[in-house]
């Protein structure tokens, strides 16, 4: 009997703790579970550029729920969502440049790799005993809105960074022929890195090890705040509208390949580069999938 206690006892502790220690989603159902170190994405092909030139051109929004697995580690970046080469947002390991020499997982959204607006959300060395938790982030602009060079207005769990931008310039209209990619990109994808001191180092984009709900993209501002430190109201499940270009609540079962774009604008998206898996487009639905997706 003792000997099989032992055995269960070391199973157990082998177990990834975030694997029973993630909370479910705010917004109830499913969510895209990445968790675990998997590595691969899921994309959709961006045939009209809806999600890049008239996407950009006038106003949008782009916001998340999220839930981290853990905190990246030094030259470790994660992508959520982005089309490169016009953007990205993801979270990354930053090194404070400034007295304090902290060292931040850094929340951004960054615009063709040198227009950038960032949340500093967790200073490393106070989340060594971090455990999982859901933040809501949403990242917003609009041409009328930055007629003197601001970039964009970031809201992390409905609290403003303000109308700035860190690096001054304007929203571009931009076109690429990349698809748009969620949880990550395709291997040898890079970004920058800020290390401190001023320095940088391109570093390979990963899968984000975490996960993602509700993702909703619309082609207009959809909060009015404007001002650091103002307050917003979030919601927990978002449902489509006219101004809704894509929105994934990640409800499937369990073992999908593909997620349904509940906006009607038919934007489904395929899984890419997982283990056992191979690209998959609309002309390829295979029946099997790696992966989880959590209740």
């Not at 060292?103 to 959204?109: D, I, Q």
């Not at 390979?204 to 001002?227: C, H, M, P, Q, W």
């Not at 390949?257 to 002309?283: E, I, M, P, R």
């Amino acid at each position: 009997m003792k000997r099989y206690c032992f055995i269960i006892a070391i199973i157990l502790l082998s177990l990834p703790l975030y694997a029973i220690a993630i909370p479910p989603s705010p917004a109830g159902g499913n969510a895209l579970d990445l968790s675990g170190g998997k590595q691969g994405y899921y994309y959709v092909e961006d045939i009209n550029n809806s999600f890049d030139d008239k996407l950009l051109k006038h106003a949008f929004t782009i916001e998340f729920w999220f839930c981290p697995a853990r905190v990246t580690k030094p030259g470790e970046a994660w992508n959520i969502i982005g089309k490169m080469p016009v953007y990205e947002i993801g979270l990354v390991y930053c090194a404070d440049c400034d007295v304090f020499k902290k060292e931040w997982l850094s929340l951004r959204y960054l615009l063709d790799r040198a227009m950038y607006r960032h949340y500093n959300m967790w200073d490393i060395s106070a989340k060594e005993n971090y455990e999982p938790e859901w933040h809501h982030f949403a990242v917003q602009a609009s041409v009328y809105d930055n007629l003197e060079g601001e970039i964009a207005t970031l809201f992390l769990d409905g609290v403003s960074s303000g109308l700035s931008g860190s690096q001054g310039g304007k929203i571009l209209s931009i076109d690429s022929d990349e698809p748009l990619c969620v949880g990550g990109f395709p291997t040898g994808t890079k970004t920058v890195i800020w290390t401190g001191e001023g320095q940088t180092v391109d570093a390979d984009i990963k899968t984000f090890d975490g996960l993602i709900d509700e993702l909703r993209i619309s082609n207009v501002a959809r909060y009015d705040s404007k001002f650091p430190g103002e307050i917003i109201e979030v919601q927990s499940r978002f449902e489509p509208d006219k101004y809704t270009v894509a929105l994934w609540h990640f409800d499937e079962e369990i073992g999908s390949l593909q997620y349904k774009d509940s906006s009607g604008n038919g934007h489904t998206l395929f899984a890419s580069g997982f283990d056992n898996t191979t690209s998959v487009n609309q002309k390829q639905m295979l029946p099997v999938l790696w992966g989880n997706i959590r209740k």
